[in-house]
């Protein structure tokens, strides 16, 4: 299994002109504001409250890179679908994002996030429809599974699964911050993509 030996916060950005040095293999963790980007990213990595969580959506604004012993970064990407923000900073957000997807050739794999409970909303199929499009890998993590019983998260998975036509080359992964479920699976899923076993 992966063990997170070491984690620094390395930087965050707001043009992709920015990013860091050196180059790492990057994954990122995308999804809808207040999905879980920031407490995922914390559960893999031990930490409280390294990528900030916040009950107010819309917390994390840029781009944040954090290198995982000194091999990888695990990048958390602004949450979309915010409804109280501006049109212009929502804009600006989606370029942002797109621009970091399009123009990012260290990254490895795309963890689209989806809340387990609520199940894919519109604006979850417009981003997995542009992947697809830009043929950019990505993998779905069912956030939340906790507040669902086991039939219900099952139920929910295989919706989810049907909703964004996932195959066996975009697994879906249901996790749990709060009690840690998942987080083995997908800290193995990483290091298989990292020693090109995937
Ligand atoms: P933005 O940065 O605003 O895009 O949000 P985010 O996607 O980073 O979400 P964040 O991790 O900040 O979590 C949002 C809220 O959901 C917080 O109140 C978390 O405590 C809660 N939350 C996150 N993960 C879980 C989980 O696995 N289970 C439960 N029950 N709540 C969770
Ligand atoms: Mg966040």
């Known amino acids: 299994m992966l ?7 390395v930087k965050s950005i707001s043009r992709l002109q920015d990013k860091p040095h050196p ?8 999804g809808r504001s207040n999905v879980g980007k920031s407490s995922l990213i914390n559960c893999l990595l031990n930490r409280k409250n390294l990528a900030r969580v916040s009950k107010q959506p819309g917390k994390t604004r840029s781009i944040n890179y954090f290198l995982i012993n000194r091999q990888f970064y695990l990048v958390d990407l602004p949450g979309y679908g915010f409804a109280r923000v501006s049109a212009g900073e929502k804009k600006r957000w989606q370029e942002m994002i797109e621009s970091y997807l399009l123009q990012s050739e260290e ?4 963890f689209v996030l989806v809340d387990a409970v609520v199940k ?3 604006n979850d199929l417009q981003l997995v429809e542009w992947l697809n499009h830009h043929q950019i890998p990505f ?9 669902l019983s086991q039939f219900r998260l099952n139920v929910h ?4 699964t049907r909703q964004l036509q996932l195959d066996d080359s975009h697994p879906i ?11 083995g699976e997908l800290l193995g899923y990483i290091d298989r993509l990292l020693k090109g076993s995937v």
């Open 120 to 122: 894919a909303q519109k």
């Open 3 to 9: 063990k997170i030996k070491d984690v620094q916060f």
């Open 157 to 160: 998975l295989n919706e989810i």
């Open 173 to 183: 992964f249901p996790f749990s911050a709060v009690k840690r479920t998942g987080r």
């Open 23 to 30: 180059y790492y293999p990057e994954f990122a963790f995308a």
């Open 139 to 147: 993998a779905v993590v069912a956030t939340k599974a906790d507040k």
């Open 107 to 110: 990254l490895v794999q795309l």
